[in-house]
């Protein structure tokens, strides 16, 4: 064996992994990518009280924040739970698709909100 085959060996194992990695982070940026483009598509078709599974069934997992209420803008008082749904290269890019829900678990403000 001589001393290049090891050499070659690791180059080619980092290489791989590398590779590996580009892949994975691509997929990720695919699929978020896609559920961005899914909640731009439907978030116009949430209305007032809708329930809080039915905002989820439709627009998915909130991808930027989901609890505590103001985490980006206020829209309304009483919000208890508050969905956002934000670009994936948020804050980066800040545009977020903001659901408001009282504590019946009800929509009662949503928002599209861009940073000026």
Same mark, same amino acid.
Request: aromatic share 14%.
């Given at each position: ?10 180059? %080619? ?39 809080? +599974? ?18 980006? +803008? ?22 977020? %698709? ?10 009662? +403000? ?7």
């Amino acid at each position: 064996m001589t001393r290049s085959q090891p050499a070659n060996r690791r180059r %080619f194992l980092f290489g791989l992994v590398w590779i590996v990695l580009i892949l994975a982070l691509w997929q990720h940026e695919r699929s978020a990518f896609a559920h961005y483009a899914g909640v731009k598509d439907q978030f116009e078709t949430v209305a007032e009280g809708q329930s809080e +599974a039915s905002v989820y069934s439709r627009l998915g997992k909130p991808s930027y924040h989901e609890g505590r209420c103001g985490t980006i +803008a206020r829209i309304s008082t009483g919000c208890q739970v508050e969905f956002v749904y934000g670009h994936p290269f948020s804050p980066l890019t800040a545009d977020y %698709f903001i659901v408001e829900f009282n504590g019946d678990h009800e929509v009662i +403000a949503t928002r599209h909100w861009v940073s000026p």
